[in-house]
Every structure is written in C-alpha cells, then in structure tokens.
C-alpha cells in the first residue's frame, strides 16, 4: 500500500521519479522500488515523502491517501504569488490534463503585465492557461498554456505558449507550438517544437514517469 501511494500521489503532484529522488536525497532506483513494492523507504525518509507529497505521515499508509494531500506548502517569505486549490486544509490534486471533471485553475493577469513594472513570479499548484503575456517568473506544477512568456519557466508538465523570452532556464517535459523560443538554457525530456530558437544549451533528459 505505502508504495502504491507513493506513485499515485507523485503522479497527482505531476512529479517524475527522478524529480522526487533528487529532492530527497536519494537515486531513480530507490524511488522505483518502493512504488514496485520490491523495497520501502528508510523510516528517517518517510517526514520527507510525506511533506514532498502533500499528506501526514499517517496517510502514507492509508487506504485513502489520494484524499489526504494536505497544505504543507513551502510558504515562505518571499515575493512569489502561490495559487493552489484547497479544501478545507487539503490541497485538492490536479489531473495531468485538464478535463471536464478536473478543470484548471483560472488566473486572470494584469492586461498591462508586460510592461517592466508589472514583473512578478508566480507559482501555481495546478495547470496554468492564459490569453494574454506573462511578465515574470513561472513555476508551475502541472502544464502551461500560455501566449507569452517573458521570464523563466519551470513545469512539471509541458509548455504550449507561443512566444517564451526566458532570461534564463527554460525546464519542462516538452514544448509545444512556440513561434520564438529564446533561453539560456533549456532542459526539457521531450520534443522542443519552436520555429525561432535562440539558445545557447539544450540538455536533454529521460522522463522516469
């Protein structure tokens, strides 16, 4: 049960093998024998999963896990926007894809937010879909699908956006439809479809999911 749970709040969390072993410390391998059942984490480990992966301890063992995620957000003190949905004190899980039963969040941006004094950097525990640009930083938990982009972009997910300035890295499953493409670094485990590209690394690396 516990590696199950683990596997299925990883993929509601839209993270990848790779992206939870890294972030705690320990190999691809390990990650994937405890969803497999071939293994279990070290006990020392299991405050770590469970904060990772949004639930108590408890409910890493419980037959309702998935409905257990809980807000233990990174909530610093910082100057990132974080939009997450929740229910009561649990963060409701996203869908890999948006659907019927399992719709986006919604976020309206300022209409004037590509001018310079608009920058700001916004983290969103869900799927993001604009019409308009975003000026600023992007993390996003899920996918985007966006007109423009002028900042860093990191997802979970894939990126259709038509036009992405990054003044930096560019980290996400693939990316989709983008007319110009400019990064300093992209690291994507997809397909990059962009008719302007202007970078000046692209690291390429295998999806574990």
């Not at 020392?44 to 409905?67: C, M, Q, R």
């Not at 525990?125 to 640009?133: E, F, I, N, Q, T």
Request: proline share 3%.
């Amino acid at each position: 049960m516990l590696g199950q749970n683990i596997r299925t709040l990883r993929y509601q969390m839209g993270l990848t093998q790779e992206q939870v072993a890294v972030r705690l410390g320990v190999s691809c391998q390990a990650v994937s024998k405890w969803e497999t059942a071939v293994n279990t984490p070290d006990i020392s480990l299991l405050p770590a999963i469970a904060k990772l992966l949004g639930v108590t301890i408890d409910a890493l063992f419980s037959a309702d896990a998935t409905n257990a995620q809980e807000a233990l957000l990174p909530m610093e003190e910082d100057d990132v926007i974080r939009i997450v949905q929740m229910q009561g004190r649990r963060v409701l899980a996203v869908t890999p894809r948006p659907s019927a039963a399992s719709l986006p969040i919604e976020i309206a941006f300022p209409r004037n937010c590509n001018d310079h004094t608009q920058y700001f950097k916004v983290e969103v525990y869900g799927h993001v879909m604009a019409d308009g640009s975003i000026n600023g930083d992007v993390v996003c938990h899920q996918n985007i699908d966006c007109a423009q982009i002028n900042g860093d972009v990191c997802a979970n997910g894939d990126v259709k956006v038509k036009e992405l300035n990054a003044c930096g890295n560019v980290i996400c499953h693939q990316i989709q439809e983008c007319y110009r493409l400019s990064a300093d670094r992209i690291e994507c485990s997809g397909d990059i479809q962009a008719n302007y590209l202007d970078c000046n690394q692209i690291v390429h690396k295998e999806s574990t999911q």
